[in-house]
């Protein structure tokens, strides 16, 4: 599972400033889904811009525009059908890509009028469908590319996508019959993106793929380096591009191989941030074995304890599903118990959801909704008491933290090591900002903590 319900850049908008030249040929984008949509999103918009084309930042100065869809969850499809249908409305002329244009035929039913459908990675496709919409008019002259190609997140972070792909059968995911197997990018590749990154301002890489610790493993074993994981060899090699300077590397969405223990030393040497986002999904054998997961709990725990030894300051994020068919009471009780061991900093919750096409809809023992709801109440309830208790600790603390936005009133919004942006919390600086910019790192002390948030004050 890899798609946190409320990481969802659909507003995403193209930073581009300059105003479109006449005749030009413009392009809108909406992008729903997790970040690695995002991710096709501005490479498709790179391209597109290399071409010549405008990005238009609304449907009405568009000559189409282009919906990057979601599909992974019913509801999500539910919403980019909607999405689609008002990119009709105000436009007209709509191009649909993204993981529900694997099925072309449901899209068509509900929206007959769409130029074209194309599914995901379909980078070619996306653009001969925007060259027959709307053809390309370059000026070699005027269409100078930012070197680090069109970005939809703010100027100081970007999402590096490492690999493509998922070798796993988790019943409740249809990523891998929608994305296929696992396909890393090579690694030069990726350092070469992430050099060109922070060549032009970026201060903070989040490591993205549907499953970062399986990354290379998919290669020839000639090809792989010696001694070591891909991925420990590539996180040191992005952690090295930041030496001398400010960087942040940060691994999304880890699967717990008892491999990931390699990565732990690279945090606790400082060269990427102290932070795992590894989705365990249930703590409950039984529930783990119907998900198709790794089903040992207790050995988990014993790694958390592990990694937290060998670096205390880690942060650990994790995702779970609640209501899975099949979840009894104890079983949902056992879930509970482990959170209270393993104390986790930082937790999304899902209810389960039937996707057309997973293999744990023909599961038998549907939860009914009540008892998900409930179950749901229940496990935020304790995961936040769990942040709460963290954050409260933090107060006292002095720490480092990135600068997202700065208001019309002065108040700074930032992060610590701790926060990945839109999915954890925020540490807000409410005086003393004047000088301070967005994408720097600046010291601070922890003077007040929330549920989620916390308040500090500059100290250098
Ligand atoms: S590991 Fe692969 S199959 Fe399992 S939830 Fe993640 S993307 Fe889906």
């Given at each position: 599972?890899?798609?946190?319900?409320d990481l969802?850049p659909d507003l995403s908008?193209?930073?581009?400033?300059e105003?479109?030249r006449?005749g030009?040929?413009?392009?809108?984008?909406?992008?729903?889904?997790?970040p690695k949509?995002?991710?096709?999103?501005?490479?498709?918009?790179?391209?597109?811009?290399?071409?010549g084309?405008?990005?238009s930042?609304d449907?009405t100065?568009?000559?189409?525009?282009?919906?990057n869809?979601?599909?992974f969850?019913d509801?999500?499809?539910a919403e980019?059908l909607?999405?689609i249908?008002?990119?009709l409305?105000?436009n007209?002329?709509?191009?649909?890509t993204?993981c529900?244009?694997?099925?072309p035929?449901h899209?068509r039913?509900?929206h007959?009028?769409?130029?074209?459908?194309?599914?995901?990675?379909?980078?070619?496709q996306?653009?001969?469908?925007v060259?027959?919409?709307?053809?390309?008019?370059?000026d070699?002259?005027?269409?100078?590319?930012?070197?680090a190609?069109?970005?939809?997140?703010?100027?100081h972070?970007?999402?590096?996508?490492i690999?493509?792909?998922?070798n796993?059968?988790?019943?409740?995911c249809?990523?891998p019959?929608?994305?296929g197997?696992l396909?890393s990018?090579?690694?030069?590749?990726v350092?070469?993106?992430?050099?060109?990154?922070?060549e032009?301002?970026?201060?903070?890489l989040?490591?993205?793929?549907?499953?970062?610790s399986?990354y290379g493993v998919?290669?020839?074993r000639a090809?792989?380096?010696q001694g070591?994981?891909?991925?420990t060899?590539l996180?040191?090699?992005l952690g090295?591009?930041g030496?001398?300077q400010?960087?942040?590397v940060r691994l999304h969405?880890?699967y717990?191989?008892?491999h990931?223990?390699e990565?732990?030393?690279l945090?606790?040497?400082?060269l990427?941030?102290?932070y795992l986002?590894?989705?365990?999904?249930?703590a409950h054998?039984?529930?783990?074995?119907?998900?198709?997961r790794?089903?040992?709990?207790?050995?988990?725990?014993?790694r958390?304890?592990?990694?937290?030894?060998l670096?205390?300051?880690?942060?650990l994020r994790?995702t779970f599903?609640?209501?899975?068919?099949?979840?009894?009471?104890?079983?949902?009780?056992?879930?509970l118990d482990?959170?209270?061991e393993?104390?986790?900093d930082?937790?999304?919750?899902?209810?389960y959801e039937?996707?057309?096409?997973?293999a744990?809809?023909?599961?038998?023992?549907h939860?009914?909704?009540?008892v998900?709801?409930?179950?749901?109440d229940?496990?935020?309830?304790?995961?936040q008491?769990?942040?709460e208790a963290?954050?409260?600790?933090?107060?006292?603390?002095?720490?480092?933290v990135?600068?997202d936005?700065i208001?019309?009133?002065g108040?700074?919004?930032c992060?610590t090591?701790?926060d990945?942006?839109?999915?954890d919390?925020?540490?807000f600086?409410?005086?003393a900002?004047?000088?301070?910019?967005?994408g720097?790192?600046v010291?601070?002390?922890?003077?007040?903590?929330g549920?989620?948030?916390?308040?500090?004050?500059?100290?250098?």
């Open positions: 599972m890899t798609n946190p319900p969802r908008r193209a930073h581009l400033t105003a479109r006449p030009q040929p413009t392009i809108g984008m909406v992008s729903l889904g997790c949509a995002l991710v096709d999103s501005e490479r498709i918009l790179t391209r597109l811009r290399a071409e084309y405008g990005i930042p449907y100065g568009a000559d189409a525009v282009i919906v869809t979601c599909g969850l509801s999500a499809k980019s909607d999405a249908g008002e990119a409305r105000e007209g002329r709509v191009i649909v993204g529900m244009g694997a099925d035929d899209i039913d509900h007959p009028r769409i130029l074209a459908v194309t599914g995901p990675h379909q980078y070619e996306v653009l001969d469908a060259h027959a919409a709307v053809p390309p008019a370059p070699p002259f005027i269409d100078l590319m930012p070197a190609g069109v970005k939809l997140t703010p100027r972070y970007s999402y590096l996508k690999s493509e792909g998922c796993h059968h988790c019943k409740f249809i990523i019959a929608m994305r197997r396909s990018r090579p690694h030069r590749a350092l070469r993106e992430a050099e060109k990154l922070v032009s301002g970026v201060k903070e989040l490591v993205i793929s549907q499953d970062t399986a998919d290669w020839p090809d792989r380096p070591e994981q891909p991925i060899a996180a040191r090699d090295c591009l030496a001398g400010d960087l942040w969405y880890v717990p191989y008892p990931v223990r990565l732990i030393p945090m606790a040497d400082g990427i941030l102290p986002d590894i989705p365990f999904q249930h054998p039984d529930t783990l074995k119907r998900m198709a790794p089903a040992h709990a207790e050995r988990t725990l014993d958390i304890a592990e990694w937290r030894g670096c205390p300051d880690i942060t994790s599903i609640v209501g899975y068919p099949g979840e009894t009471e104890d079983e949902f009780q056992t879930l482990w959170m209270d393993a104390q986790l930082r937790v999304g919750c899902f209810q039937n996707v057309e096409g997973a744990s809809n023909a599961l038998p023992g939860v009914p909704d009540e998900k709801q409930d179950r749901w229940r496990f935020m309830a304790k995961a008491a769990i942040s963290k954050l409260a600790a933090k107060v006292g603390q002095h720490m480092d990135i600068i936005d208001d019309e009133d108040i700074a919004t992060r090591k701790a990945a942006p839109e999915i919390g925020n540490l600086i409410d005086e900002t004047q000088g301070l910019e967005i720097q790192i010291r601070v002390e922890v003077d007040e903590a549920e989620y948030d916390l308040w500090g004050k500059r100290t250098a």
